[in-house]
Every structure is written in structure tokens, then in C-alpha cells.
């Protein structure tokens, strides 16, 4: 058995780093000219990059044949969760000046806002089913198939980055691919596991000595 | 009857729990500081706090803005450090806090700049000709960008007319098409061939090439411009937004007809070839009714012209400017 507890308390604190550190920048006055553009860039690109690793958990446990590692999942995707919170309360405070009637319009007037406000909206029920409790209460198929929706959210998150930008398209798009590719990975997985999965390493039964 | 086991390990040798201990929480430790280091370094690449760039230099002399028709701003100036690292110069980065870093070697030096097309002296200046054209002046200038941010500029510069009075445009010459250096060598999205159609191209109508507003500057707050903010010469607009404004000129040419310009070709419905700063008419994507001054908390209205209505909208009296935007 693995020290999963010491491991996962190693991917919280890495987790938690970007926020330290976007913190001690906005403390120290070091998120260069225009702040709050900075931190809502950061916060939006820090959920996108963590509901990815999120979904990337399932694949690598598989692929290692590591089925302990997707006691990461949930911690991870719960951190894409926050980072997308902070964004958009970062948005409301700063750019839409705290007026929420603001935020409203925006999402009613710009596409990219309504796509970004609905992959937010998508997150909160995955949010608050992510309990043990309410995996239990759910049933694992039901919390399975609700939880597939994370994979609509972070499509619509990497397109609400691509509807922004004004020409450099490069990094949306290489967000979108690696969103691609693990879908990819589960659709092979399914027919063809024989290639995808390595089985869990486990101690040999001891044979009967022959005489 | 004695048993002797050789291979029994001395109780000296066991090592001491305290020890284990204390070394699995040091391999631990150490582990969980790397990580946390590693990570720190990535988000520090991605993120990157201002990296410096090149300084300029002091300008000799440079005389006050004169005359009643440059209007005097009210408005405190941005600051030097965040007017020369936030910058949009797409050739060197998309990011604009990295375009300083990434600019930083540019050789501004020898540079030339050749003006044809419909003049009656064409001609190939070279830099320190160009300085002698007109005496250099401070023009301190708001500075709106279509991303919905602002800046007040002291640029350093001479009208963009004397420049054009020198090589003398023919009665047929309508427009002036203005174009970048795209040096490969120098500036990574040009060697990648990525984001933009290079060179960058920008343009005016002649009246609003000639009107005393439109400079080209060669320096800010009293010294030469950095790379990063267009140096050796950029255009600079105050009633047009920033992208107008075409940094690095390598080249001008008048012509009898609008010339094709980067952004317009790039994206028409997004960037008209006109492109007045305009409250009134949104990006197809965000409003342009407010911006963030750079160095200030929350937003300010954005002014029609960009506040320079009373000199500039009789260029346009009679068009529709929801349909020249």
C-alpha cells in the first residue's frame, strides 16, 4: 500500500503554489501594468490547466498501471474549480466593478462571456457532488455519467480562451488538443484496453515447491 | 548446546528509530520543497513578473509642445515602467509583458526609412536625417488601446507633416501606408511566420496624415524610445486606437487608394481601416464605452476621439461612423 496521504499533501501544496505566489505578487505590486488583466488571465489559464490535469489523472494511473494515483482526481479538479471561482469573482470585482447587474449584461451581450459564465455554471454541481457522501447517495453510475460533464466544461473553458484572444490563437488551441487527446485516450480505452491499461503490478503467489 | 548464528545483525548496527525517522521526514521534506519549487519556477516562466529591458536615451533637445491647437491633459502621465512594459509589438511577443525582454537586443541602428509611391521627391532617409526634419517637440498624449485600456504619454516626436512636406505628396496622393520592419532574425513571430500576415501595415487618409495631431515620435519622456514601444520612429494617433499607431517604420508610401492594413485584412468586422477611438461603437467581442487608465483602480469613461474631438471631428463631418469605424 502506498503513502497516499503524504503524496496527496505533495499535490495539494504544488497546487496551492500559483495562488501563493499570485498573492505575493499582488501584495509586492509585481503583476506589471495592468493588474487586474493579469489576474484574471492567470486565475482563467490556472482552471483550464488544472481541470486538464484533472482529467489526465485517469489515463496515467492506467497507462502506469498506478491505480492509487486517482486519489489526486478529485483534489485536482476541485482546485480547477477554485481557480475558475476566483477568476470570475476577480472579473466581477475588478472589471465589472462589483456590480453583478454588470456581469449579467456582459454574459447576455458577449458570446465569450456566455460561454466562459456557462462552463463556470457546468462546475458547480461537479463541485458539490464531489463528496464521498455524495457518491454514495448518487450511486457510482449516476456520479460517473454526471462527471463526464467536466470534459463540456473545460471544452467550453479552452473556447472561452479562444474567443478572446485577438489574434495569437496558439495557446487555446494547444489546451483544446491536450482536452482532445484525453478524450481520445478514453474512447481507445474502452475498445481497445488491451493497449491503454497496464495491469497494477501485484505480488506473485508463492508456488508450491516442487520436491 | 550452543547455536551460533553468523549472520545475526549486531544491535549496534540496527539503525536507531529516531534516525529512520527523521531521515524519511528529510527525504520528505526534501521532496515536497523540490516539487514546490519546480512548480514555483514553471508558474514564474508562464507568469512572469516585468523583465527589463533597453533603456533610452536622454534627447538633447527637446522643445515643449507649442501652439493653442495641442491640448494640454489634465491627467497625471503613466508611469515610465508601465508605458514601456505593457506593450503590444506582436512581432517580438503576444504577451505583453514580454515584449521588452524579447526586444531588448534590437538594432535600431543604422536604420532608413524609404518613402515612394505618389510624391514628388521620393527619397530614402536615413535616421539622423529624419531627426533633423523638424525640431522635436513633447507631446503629451492619452493613449487608448481597442483592448479597453489607456495611457498618458509624453511622446517625443514632429508632426508627421513636415516629414510629407519634404518629399512632397502629388495631387493624386489620397492615402499613406505606413509598414514595420519584419526582421526575422530579430523578431520571433515573423521568423515563425505565426499570428499576424508580416509586415505590418497601417494607414491614414492624407488629411489625417497631415493634421498637426498625428506625429511621428522618436522618444518618450525625454529619451529615445526602448524597442519595445516602436523605436527608432512609430507613429502615434491620439484619436485612433493604439494599433494605429504603427511602430519601427521602415517604409511609407502615398497612394490614391485605402491601403490594405493588418488588422482590417486580418479581422474587418473587429478593426476598421479608420479605427476612431468611439465610445458609441463596440467591439463585435467587448464594449469600448469604458477603459482601465493604466495605474488607476476600476475604469473611466472612454471620451469620443479619445478627447480630441474638437480638433480632429471635422475630418469626418458627414460620414456615418458606425459604418467607417
Same mark, same amino acid.
Given at each position: 500500500?502506498?503513502?497516499?496521504?503524504?503524496?496527496?499533501?505533495?499535490?495539494?501544496?504544488?497546487?496551492?503554489?500559483?495562488?501563493?505566489?499570485?498573492?505575493?505578487?499582488?501584495?509586492?505590486?509585481?503583476?506589471?501594468?495592468?493588474?487586474?488583466?493579469?489576474?484574471?488571465?492567470?486565475?482563467?489559464?490556472?482552471?483550464?490547466?488544472?481541470?486538464?490535469?484533472?482529467?489526465?489523472?485517469?489515463?496515467?494511473?492506467?497507462?502506469?498501471?498506478?491505480?492509487?494515483? =486517482? @486519489?489526486?482526481?478529485?483534489?485536482?479538479? *476541485?482546485?480547477?474549480?477554485?481557480?475558475? /471561482? %476566483?477568476? &470570475? $469573482?476577480?472579473?466581477? +470585482?475588478?472589471?465589472?466593478?462589483?456590480?453583478?447587474?454588470?456581469?449579467?449584461?456582459?454574459?447576455?451581450?458577449?458570446?465569450?462571456?456566455?460561454?466562459?459564465?456557462?462552463?463556470?455554471?457546468?462546475?458547480?454541481?461537479?463541485?458539490?457532488?464531489?463528496?464521498?457522501?455524495?457518491?454514495?447517495?448518487?450511486?457510482?453510475?449516476?456520479?460517473?455519467?454526471?462527471?463526464?460533464?467536466?470534459?463540456?466544461?473545460?471544452?467550453?473553458?479552452?473556447?472561452?480562451?479562444?474567443?478572446? =484572444? @485577438?489574434?495569437?490563437?496558439?495557446?487555446? *488551441?494547444?489546451?483544446?488538443?491536450?482536452? /482532445? %487527446?484525453? &478524450? $481520445?485516450?478514453?474512447? +481507445?480505452?474502452?475498445?481497445?484496453?488491451?493497449?491503454?491499461?497496464?495491469?497494477?503490478?501485484?505480488?506473485?503467489?508463492?508456488?508450491?515447491?516442487?520436491? | 548446546?550452543?547455536?551460533?548464528?553468523?549472520?545475526?545483525?549486531?544491535?549496534?548496527?540496527?539503525?536507531?528509530?529516531?534516525?529512520?525517522?527523521?531521515?524519511?521526514?528529510?527525504?520528505?521534506?526534501?521532496?515536497?520543497?523540490?516539487?514546490?519549487?519546480?512548480?514555483?519556477?514553471?508558474?514564474?516562466?508562464?507568469?512572469?513578473?516585468?523583465?527589463?529591458?533597453?533603456?533610452?536615451?536622454?534627447?538633447?533637445?527637446?522643445?515643449?509642445?507649442?501652439?493653442?491647437?495641442?491640448?494640454?491633459?489634465?491627467?497625471?502621465?503613466?508611469?515610465?515602467?508601465?508605458?514601456?512594459?505593457?506593450?503590444?509589438?506582436?512581432?517580438?511577443?503576444?504577451?505583453?509583458?514580454?515584449?521588452?525582454?524579447?526586444?531588448?537586443?534590437?538594432?535600431?541602428?543604422?536604420?532608413?526609412?524609404?518613402?515612394?509611391?505618389?510624391?514628388?521627391?521620393?527619397?530614402?532617409?536615413?535616421?539622423?536625417?529624419?531627426?533633423?526634419?523638424?525640431?522635436?517637440?513633447?507631446?503629451?498624449?492619452?493613449?487608448?488601446?481597442?483592448?479597453?485600456?489607456?495611457?498618458?504619454?509624453?511622446?517625443?516626436?514632429?508632426?508627421?507633416?513636415?516629414?510629407?512636406?519634404?518629399?512632397?505628396?502629388?495631387?493624386?496622393?489620397?492615402?499613406?501606408?505606413?509598414?514595420?520592419?519584419?526582421?526575422?532574425?530579430?523578431?520571433?513571430?515573423?521568423?515563425?511566420?505565426?499570428?499576424?500576415?508580416?509586415?505590418?501595415?497601417?494607414?491614414?487618409?492624407?488629411?489625417?496624415?497631415?493634421?498637426?495631431?498625428?506625429?511621428?515620435?522618436?522618444?518618450?519622456?525625454?529619451?529615445?524610445?526602448?524597442?519595445?514601444?516602436?523605436?527608432?520612429?512609430?507613429?502615434?494617433?491620439?484619436?485612433?486606437?493604439?494599433?494605429?499607431?504603427?511602430?519601427?517604420?521602415?517604409?511609407?508610401?502615398?497612394?490614391?487608394?485605402?491601403?490594405?492594413?493588418?488588422?482590417?485584412?486580418?479581422?474587418?468586422?473587429?478593426?476598421?481601416?479608420?479605427?476612431?477611438?468611439?465610445?458609441?461603437?463596440?467591439?463585435?467581442?467587448?464594449?469600448?464605452?469604458?477603459?482601465?487608465?493604466?495605474?488607476?483602480?476600476?475604469?473611466?469613461?472612454?471620451?469620443?476621439?479619445?478627447?480630441?474631438?474638437?480638433?480632429?471631428?471635422?475630418?469626418?463631418?458627414?460620414?456615418?461612423?458606425?459604418?467607417?469605424?
Amino acid at each position: 500500500m502506498k503513502d497516499t496521504r503524504f503524496a496527496r499533501f505533495v499535490v495539494f501544496v504544488n497546487a496551492a503554489v500559483p495562488l501563493v505566489l499570485l498573492l505575493h505578487d499582488t501584495y509586492y505590486h509585481r503583476l506589471g501594468a495592468n493588474p487586474s488583466e493579469f489576474a484574471i488571465r492567470t486565475t482563467g489559464t490556472l482552471a483550464l490547466l488544472f481541470l486538464i490535469i484533472s482529467l489526465a489523472v485517469t489515463p496515467l494511473r492506467k497507462l502506469l498501471g498506478q491505480p492509487w494515483m =486517482v @486519489k489526486f482526481r478529485r483534489m485536482l479538479g *476541485l482546485f480547477g474549480f477554485f481557480y475558475a /471561482a %476566483l477568476h &470570475l $469573482l476577480i472579473y466581477t +470585482l475588478l472589471d465589472r466593478s462589483a456590480s453583478v447587474r454588470a456581469v449579467i449584461e456582459d454574459v447576455g451581450k458577449r458570446p465569450f462571456i456566455t460561454v466562459g459564465m456557462a462552463s463556470f455554471l457546468l462546475l458547480v454541481p461537479l463541485a458539490i457532488t464531489s463528496t464521498q457522501k455524495m457518491i454514495k447517495r448518487l450511486g457510482g453510475k449516476r456520479w460517473n455519467r454526471l462527471h463526464r460533464l467536466v470534459y463540456v466544461a473545460a471544452a467550453g473553458g479552452a473556447l472561452h480562451y479562444y474567443m478572446l =484572444v @485577438k489574434a495569437d490563437t496558439r495557446e487555446p *488551441l494547444l489546451f483544446a488538443a491536450a482536452l /482532445a %487527446l484525453l &478524450l $481520445l485516450y478514453r474512447v +481507445l480505452n474502452k475498445y481497445l484496453p488491451r493497449y491503454t491499461e497496464r495491469k497494477p503490478a501485484r505480488p506473485q503467489p508463492r508456488r508450491a515447491q516442487s520436491v | 548446546m550452543l547455536i551460533k548464528k553468523p549472520d545475526e545483525i549486531k544491535a549496534s548496527e540496527i539503525t536507531d528509530k529516531d534516525i529512520y525517522t527523521s531521515r524519511r521526514v528529510f527525504l520528505r521534506g526534501a521532496m515536497l520543497t523540490a516539487t514546490a519549487l519546480g512548480t514555483g519556477w514553471l508558474y514564474r516562466h508562464f507568469a512572469t513578473p516585468n523583465q527589463e529591458g533597453a533603456a533610452g536615451e536622454k534627447i538633447a533637445d527637446v522643445k515643449t509642445a507649442s501652439g493653442a491647437s495641442i491640448p494640454a491633459i489634465p491627467d497625471a502621465r503613466t508611469s515610465y515602467e508601465d508605458i514601456t512594459h505593457y506593450n503590444n509589438f506582436y512581432e517580438f511577443s503576444t504577451d505583453k509583458r514580454l515584449v521588452a525582454p524579447r526586444a531588448k537586443n534590437f538594432i535600431t541602428r543604422p536604420w532608413t526609412v524609404e518613402v515612394t509611391g505618389l510624391v514628388h521627391k521620393p527619397k530614402t532617409f536615413d535616421l539622423d536625417d529624419l531627426l533633423k526634419i523638424a525640431p522635436l517637440e513633447e507631446r503629451v498624449y492619452r493613449h487608448r488601446c481597442v483592448e479597453a485600456w489607456s495611457m498618458v504619454i509624453p511622446w517625443v516626436g514632429f508632426p508627421l507633416a513636415k516629414l510629407l512636406d519634404a518629399v512632397q505628396p502629388t495631387s493624386q496622393a489620397t492615402y499613406v501606408a505606413l509598414q514595420s520592419l519584419a526582421d526575422p532574425n530579430q523578431m520571433p513571430n515573423v521568423r515563425s511566420g505565426s499570428v499576424l500576415d508580416w509586415p505590418y501595415v497601417e494607414g491614414l487618409r492624407l488629411d489625417e496624415a497631415l493634421h498637426p495631431l498625428t506625429i511621428m515620435a522618436t522618444g518618450l519622456y525625454g529619451e529615445t524610445l526602448p524597442p519595445q514601444n516602436g523605436a527608432p520612429l512609430r507613429l502615434v494617433v491620439p484619436w485612433k486606437y493604439g494599433f494605429k499607431g504603427i511602430k519601427s517604420i521602415v517604409k511609407i508610401r502615398l497612394t490614391d487608394s485605402e491601403p490594405t492594413t493588418t488588422w482590417n485584412h486580418d479581422n474587418p468586422q473587429e478593426y476598421g481601416f479608420y479605427s476612431n477611438v468611439n465610445p458609441e461603437v463596440d467591439h463585435p467581442r467587448w464594449s469600448q464605452k469604458t477603459e482601465v487608465r493604466i495605474g488607476e483602480f476600476g475604469r473611466r469613461d472612454t471620451l469620443m476621439f479619445n478627447g480630441y474631438g474638437e480638433q480632429v471631428a471635422s475630418l469626418y463631418s458627414g460620414m456615418d461612423l458606425r459604418k467607417y469605424y
